[in-house]
């Protein structure tokens, strides 16, 4: 029997006034990692399940001019520790090295470290000990579905994304998204020298925001923003590298010609690519709108992906002339005695489900010869419909079934 995740991760509970947030992510029993974008609520999940003896927070001045002048200060501070006491470092990229002190100290006085941080980049550029086999390494993501579903709304999460601070208070919702874009990914990303001029990360931003879940052409890019190819390419590794977007690669086996070879690039939340996007006070744009559901069940299958452990592989297809399939999942890998085996996806932005919609899956699973086994629609009508070979699920069905790891 499959158990659903919302029966296990029952200690993850967060009471707000007016709703239960149930966090599905249990973090490990023994020293471990957490990264995720800035806002995802890692500090709030280690104080809530981790019992620590010693906390520091290095956006806090004082910790961090004592720290980063003196790495080793962290064996001082924990001289009184005794063995399996947890240490709390947030926001651990701001000083690389202590992790060599971080090491030193599980090694040696058999310290437990919960560690956060907003960005790997600065960690890997500056050759930081990145605890191989000594920690557990872990992401967080905003809420899904099923985190808060007793007050979830579809057409809410599609306009503004699901970032805990969106969610508890909702009154000040696009005042943070507002503050995130500009004191987070301009000031921030400049502070931790990740980027050396803000005007044209600024002008980036502008147009990630706008294509959000779109197909990725770096030149086309470059040329609306009047910014160098190089930099370009940079940028985008330095939105990736911090967790806020990720690259969906094309599937290219052939079965038509010319399928594209460029990737899809997605923003980690709606609510973030809208105000990167300089949309938060204007009424939504219809055909944003389209794609920012795309991208919606496009980020809770890969949260989903993360949290259950299935490291499945992910892809979009279109070829030039023809179809797109939005989202295809590699179930099953190849091996030397058997195929592998994929589920495709078709995400419609509709309260209406139109038949001519089932065509590309149908005619992809053909084409796959038996490889494509399962075929899904997700809209954002109200009822299930069977059609032919297709089984297309209200959006929120379909979060429920992705949730009880019926899907993946």
């Known amino acids: 029997m499959v158990m659903n995740m919302l029966d296990i991760h029952h200690h993850s509970v967060f009471h707000y006034k007016y709703m239960k947030i149930h966090r599905l992510l249990d973090l490990p029993k023994s020293s471990f990692m957490l990264l995720g974008p800035r806002g995802t609520g890692k500090s709030t999940l280690i104080r809530n399940?981790?019992?620590?003896?010693?906390?520091?927070?290095?956006?806090?001045?004082?910790?961090?001019?004592?720290?980063?002048?003196?790495?080793?200060?962290?064996?001082?501070?924990?001289?009184?520790?005794?063995?399996?006491?947890?240490?709390?470092?947030?926001?651990?990229?701001?000083?690389?090295?202590?992790?060599?002190?971080?090491?030193?100290?599980?090694?040696?006085?058999?310290?437990?470290?919960?560690?956060?941080?907003?960005?790997?980049?600065?960690?890997?550029?500056?050759?930081?000990?990145?605890?191989?086999?000594?920690?557990?390494?872990?992401?967080?993501?905003?809420?899904?579905?099923?985190?808060?579903?007793?007050?979830?709304?579809?057409?809410?999460?599609?306009?503004?994304?699901?970032?805990?601070?969106?969610?508890?208070?909702?009154?000040?919702?696009?005042?943070?998204?507002?503050?995130?874009?500009?004191?987070?990914?301009?000031?921030?990303?400049?502070?931790?020298?990740?980027?050396?001029?803000?005007?044209?990360?600024?002008?980036?931003l502008n147009i990630c925001g706008m294509y959000n879940g779109q197909i990725l052409n770096v030149e086309n890019i470059a040329r609306e923003s009047f910014i160098g190819r190089s930099t370009i390419v940079k940028y985008f590794e330095v939105l990736e590298e911090t967790l806020i977007g990720f690259q969906l690669p094309s599937f290219q086996k052939k079965y038509n010609k010319k399928e594209l070879t460029h990737p899809k690039f997605y923003l980690f939340d709606n609510g973030v690519s809208r105000a990167c996007s300089n949309l938060i006070f204007e009424d939504v744009d219809p055909v944003w709108l389209g794609f920012a559901f795309e991208a919606l069940i496009v980020n809770e299958v890969r949260i989903y992906n993360k949290y259950l452990k299935k490291n499945k592989e992910l892809f979009y297809y279109r070829y030039s002339g023809g179809y797109e399939i939005d989202l295809i999942i590699e179930n099953k890998k190849k091996t030397l005695s058997s195929s592998a085996e994929y589920t495709a996806i078709e995400i419609k932005s509709s309260v209406k489900w139109d038949k001519r919609w089932n065509d590309p899956l149908i005619d992809f699973k053909k084409k796959s010869k038996g490889k494509v086994k399962k075929l899904f629609g997700v809209y954002k009508g109200k009822e299930i419909i069977t059609l032919d070979e297709v089984t297309v699920y209200p959006a929120e069905v379909f979060l429920t079934q992705l949730a009880e790891n019926k899907i993946l």
């Open 49 to 204: 399940q981790i019992n620590f003896d010693l906390e520091l927070d290095l956006l806090q001045s004082k910790n961090f001019l004592s720290l980063s002048a003196n790495p080793s200060l962290l064996v001082e501070l924990t001289k009184n520790l005794k063995e399996q006491s947890w240490v709390f470092i947030d926001e651990i990229q701001k000083i690389p090295l202590l992790l060599d002190e971080v090491h030193s100290l599980i090694e040696s006085k058999k310290l437990h470290f919960a560690l956060s941080g907003s960005s790997a980049r600065k960690l890997r550029r500056q050759g930081a000990n990145l605890l191989a086999g000594r920690a557990i390494s872990n992401q967080l993501f905003p809420l899904t579905f099923s985190e808060y579903k007793d007050v979830y709304s579809i057409n809410r999460a599609t306009e503004w994304g699901s970032l805990p601070q969106t969610i508890t208070k909702p009154e000040f919702m696009k005042d943070y998204l507002t503050s995130y874009v500009e004191t987070y990914l301009k000031e921030e990303l400049i502070e931790e020298g990740l980027l050396r001029k803000i005007e044209p990360f600024v002008r980036f």
